[in-house]
């Protein structure tokens, strides 16, 4: 189990909007899959796609819960949760659930992420029912044992300490702590050890309760599947265990809002013995509903997308002074980042700044060349389809989708969109969005008089 979401941008809508209660064909098939969606009468929503040609098929369901739903004394609750439902339910125990999978050479899995939560399983088509019914059981069936709850403790704990030995995955954190403070999309997905040791197990119920309601899930499951039978058998797993009452109940609405994130100048730096010093220098970026999104994505992709992109070739290829070096865009339902990242050794670490910084700042100013944003279009359109070459992928895609945004994108739509991307429509989205003054999170063994000159990257 991870804690990590994609940063892959999805198709998006300008507003939220209720899904229809009907069976539909969405998108027809464009050389990836028939995409369909059925709301049943408890507001359950349930999207598939189709692929003839493959013999596996991953089935998985989202939660419209996230880390960004917790109070202060509830952070990391979610992660708990979504580790407590693998520990058994009415009908299995935690050993069945998971010799369950392995008896037929599945893989089974879950991630929570700032605004979502998603549990999966992947397996041969013929075993797709056995799939079904176990995560069906376990999103609603799941017993939460006090018992349970101390055990796993103990497991979370050591996810939490093993995220702080890898300071380049734990400085992201402390990136999203420097530009949202101390606000739920600021906290940590993982919780703190004082917060995860206070959570009790009637705590974590009543947030299960609360938040998994089938107007609040998701059925995906892509791959050599019959839509008509994956519904028949969500909606006997679901009524088997009562959780469809409600006959009129509506889905919840994809999230909105209007948050203004204007932090800027901020500098934050964790002192730790380690051999590299990893920073990320960025700044706001667009919510995922934004029609910028697709101008950012070029952008992004040129910038740091690759071994031909600016920061690898200013940075490694040319200088030498950093193995990992990328930049990346988060987008959440009312705001989002850009940032770029960078390990290298403490000695290195101002010139390393100083050559992201002037970079951000030459583009912002002065734009990319028509040939490099070709390029980049190329690249992004390349990376789209190689993403979804795999079941797995696919169903993250329809779920996220439908939960997020409330509708589907084909491929080929996805395509024609990057396609449409103009050099002026990156050249505006780099003025409004590199233009900002940034901030800056450092982990790593600086020294005071080299503390101190950090804040003049960002001046």
């Known amino acids: 189990m991870t804690s990590r ?31 369909r969606r ?24 989202w939660a ?18 979504e580790h407590l439902l693998f520990k058994g339910t009415t009908r299995r125990s935690a050993l069945d659930i998971s010799s369950a999978i392995d008896a037929v050479g599945g893989e089974m899995n879950a991630f929570t992420a700032k605004e979502y939560t998603c549990y999966y399983a992947r397996v041969l088509d013929s075993d797709l029912p056995l799939a079904i019914d176990v995560v069906c059981d376990m999103l609603t069936g799941s017993l939460i044992r006090e018992e349970d709850v101390d055990v796993e403790r103990g497991a979370i704990l050591e996810e939490i300490a093993m995220t702080e030995d890898d300071p380049g995955d734990c400085v992201h954190d402390l990136f999203a702590h420097t530009m949202f403070g101390d606000s739920p999309l ?29 107007t609040h899930l998701v059925v995906a499951c892509a791959g050599n599947v019959d839509h ?11 009524e088997k265990a009562g959780a469809l009452s409600r006959a009129d109940a509506t889905p919840i609405a994809p999230r909105d809002g209007r948050r203004s994130l204007r932090t800027a100048g901020r500098v934050e730096l964790i002192g730790r013995k380690t051999e590299q010093a990893h920073v990320v220098l960025g700044m706001p970026g667009l919510a995922r509903t934004d029609e910028r999104r697709w101008a950012l994505g070029v952008l992004n992709t040129a910038l740091g997308g690759g071994m031909s992109s600016r920061l690898f070739q200013e940075v ?5 002074l950093a193995y990992s070096v990328y930049s990346y865009t988060s987008g959440f339902a009312d705001c989002g980042l850009f940032g770029v990242y960078a ?5 290195q670490v101002h010139d390393v700044l100083k050559i992201c910084r002037d970079e951000l700042d030459q583009v912002a100013e002065h734009g990319l060349p028509d040939e490099e ?5 190329g690249q992004l359109k390349g990376s789209t389809v190689l993403g979804l070459e795999d079941t797995g992928a696919l169903m993250n895609r329809i779920g996220k989708s439908e939960l997020c945004w409330g509708e589907q994108m084909s491929v080929d739509e996805m395509l024609t969109r990057i396609a449409m991307v103009t050099p002026d429509e990156v050249r505006a989205v780099a003025r409004d969005v590199l233009g900002q003054r940034p901030s800056l999170s450092v982990i790593g063994p600086l020294k005071d008089k080299q503390a101190s000159r950090l804040h003049d990257t960002v001046a």
Not at 39 to 53: D, F, K, N, Q, Y
Not at 192 to 210: E, G, M, Q, S
Not at 229 to 237: G, L
Not at 373 to 377: E, N, V
Request: charged share 25%.
């Open 38 to 61: 059925t709301t049943l009468p408890g507001g359950l929503r349930i999207v598939t796609e189709t692929l003839p040609s493959v013999r596996s098929a991953t089935f998985g369901i």
């Open 228 to 238: 008509n039978k994956v519904v028949r058998q969500v909606r006997a797993a679901f």
């Open 5 to 35: 979401s994609s940063k892959a941008t999805a198709p998006t809508t300008t507003e939220a909007r209720a899904v229809p209660r009907t069976q539909t064909q969405i998108k027809g098939a464009d050389g990836i899959g028939t995409v």
């Open 186 to 214: 600021g906290r940590p997905v993982l919780g703190t050890v004082d917060t995860v040791n206070a959570l009790t197990a009637d705590r974590i119920r009543r947030f299960y309760k609360k938040h998994y309601d089938p």
């Open 64 to 81: 419209h819960v996230g880390s960004r739903d917790e109070t202060p004394a509830l952070n990391g609750a979610t992660h708990y949760l």
């Open 373 to 377: 944003i070709d390029r980049a279009i």
């Open 316 to 320: 490694r290829e040319k200088r030498g």
């Open 343 to 347: 390990g290298c050794r403490p000695s």
